[in-house]
Nanobody, 126 residues
Framework: QVHLVESGGGLVQAGGSLRLSCAAS????????MGWSRQAPGKEREFVAAISRSGSSTRYADSVKGRFTISRDNAKNTVYLQMASLKPEDTAVYYC???????????????????WGQGTQVTVSS
């Protein structure tokens, strides 16, 4: 059974930083694109960042570009999201996701992902 488990969320003041981790188990995702999305209360889930299977290509939502960095360690079957200069509007549940297809493109559409974690809460206070 496939599991994606996020960790690293929490409460942080505006301007602070957090590092989210997503550990996969049940199968390897080293050949699969992965990404992060988020969902704020009352809003739809939105794309945040994506990374190709090799890690050579990344994409970001305009709202986080220059502040967030996605990376992956295929040896550890783990993807990360380093978040800096956090703003109150970044408050949301953050989800890790994986594409079942084995290609080296980035996936920027949330509904294209097949596997999802349970999410981790990030709260940014002003």
């Amino acid at each position: 059974q496939v599991h994606l488990v996020e960790s690293g969320g929490g409460l942080v003041q505006a301007g602070g930083s957090l590092r989210l981790s997503c550990a996969a188990s049940g199968r390897t995702f080293r050949n699969n694109p992965m990404g992060w999305s988020r969902q704020a209360p009352g809003k739809e889930r939105e794309f945040v960042a994506a990374i190709s299977r090799s890690g050579s290509s990344t994409r970001y939502a305009d709202s986080v570009k220059g502040r967030f960095t996605i990376s992956r360690d295929n040896a550890k079957n783990t993807v990360y999201l380093q978040m800096a200069s956090l703003k109150p509007e970044d408050t949301a549940v953050y989800y890790c996701a994986a594409d079942r297809r084995t290609h080296n493109a980035v996936v920027v559409t949330t509904n294209a992902y097949d596997y999802w974690g349970q999410g981790t809460q990030v709260t940014v206070s002003s």
